[in-house]
Nanobody, 121 residues
């Protein structure tokens, strides 16, 4: 599967953005998916993941209650709805695919290219 992330941009504190990750190639619905982010000078960190059906989701404590991960298997798209954004959410956001819900960056098998999210204070 190949992944293409989009939807990043510049937003003020408290604003919202929706990221998308379009998948092509092998069956999207057979993969668990996730979002990670990487701020300048920091390691890539886990944000959220979702199982193949969309029935199970899991979030990092730092985004719980503000971000929502979802997927549309008919359209081969993964989403990340980000609300109540904070300056500390500023990072490059990456989508990821794996056989199990990805939570550790080093173990991810497929990465999309990143999309920049910048939250101004």
């Amino acid at each position: 599967v190949q992944l293409q992330a989009s939807g990043g941009g510049l937003v003020q504190t408290g604003g919202s953005l929706r990221l998308s990750c379009a998948a092509s190639g092998r069956r999207f619905s057979s993969y668990a998916m996730g979002w990670f982010r990487q701020a300048p000078g920091k390691e890539r960190e886990f944000v959220a993941n979702i199982n193949w059906s969309g029935g199970d989701t899991y979030y990092a404590d730092s985004v719980k209650g503000r971000f929502t991960i979802s997927r549309d298997n008919a359209k081969n798209v993964l989403y990340l709805q980000m609300n109540s954004l904070k300056p500390e959410d500023t990072a490059v956001y990456f989508c990821a695919a794996d056989r199990r819900p990805p939570q550790t960056a080093d173990l991810v098998s497929v990465w999309g290219q990143g999309t920049q999210v910048t939250v101004s204070s």
